[in-house]
């Protein structure tokens, strides 16, 4: 189900308030919500930019949670917990842009063929390994299929190719992305 304009605003605000109310130490307040959207259990990845560069990104593809508290959470996430980064600090908050990426649930493919570059983003499982890749990813690099499938490889600590070996795990989403960005929100 595709989110509101005013839901878009409505997350990217709450993720926006998330970082900075635990950059103040203090508790989140999440507002009573009654939007369906909003209320829908739907995985989510917050992902971070500042001065065009990525700063952080965590999500999930599943929660139990309504989107809003997922969205919430993830913000918290990426700004504080991404192993790549040091957390974030406040003089930092006002150069940090954010964007939003609300999934479709995971769906095994059968073939490489199957997946759509810009349409799809791509979780890779094989034994312990495993990486995910945003559908944004491929088209902000200008990857064909075969290079967003070995950068997902090299995403999971694997070698280019590892797509190819019958015991890994092709898995597909879709995401809505939007960003404060992309909603006139800076």
């Known amino acids: 189900m595709a989110l509101t304009r005013e839901e878009r605003i409505f997350l990217l605000k709450l ?17 009573l919500v009654s ?6 259990k739907r995985g989510a990845f917050v992902t971070l930019h500042k001065h065009g560069q990525l700063r952080g990104c965590i999500g ?15 913000a918290i996430a990426a700004a504080f917990q ?11 908050l006002p150069e940090i842009d954010i964007e939003i990426s609300a999934l479709t649930p995971l769906e095994p493919v059968s073939s490489p063929e199957e997946i ?9 499982i094989n034994g ?7 559908p944004q990813v491929a088209t902000e690099h200008g990857w064909d299929r075969y290079t967003f499938l070995d950068q997902t490889c090299i995403k999971a600590g694997m070698m280019p190719g ?3 070996d019958p015991n890994t795990k092709i898995l597909v989403f879709s995401a809505e992305v939007f960003g404060e960005k992309s909603e006139g929100l800076l």
Do not use: Q
Request: glycine fraction near 8%; proline fraction near 10%; charged fraction near 25%.
């Open 162 to 164: 590892c797509w190819k």
């Open 128 to 134: 312990p390994y495993h990486g995910v890749l945003l």
């Open 35 to 40: 939007s369906p959207g909003l209320l829908e």
């Open 15 to 31: 993720a926006r308030n998330a970082i900075e109310a635990e950059l103040s130490g203090r508790a989140l307040e999440l507002p």
């Open 116 to 124: 759509e570059v810009g349409k799809h983003g791509i979780y890779l």
């Open 60 to 74: 999930n593809f599943v929660s139990e949670k309504p989107l809003y508290e997922t969205v919430a959470d993830m």
């Open 82 to 92: 991404d192993p790549r980064f040091k957390p974030l600090g406040p003089h930092e």
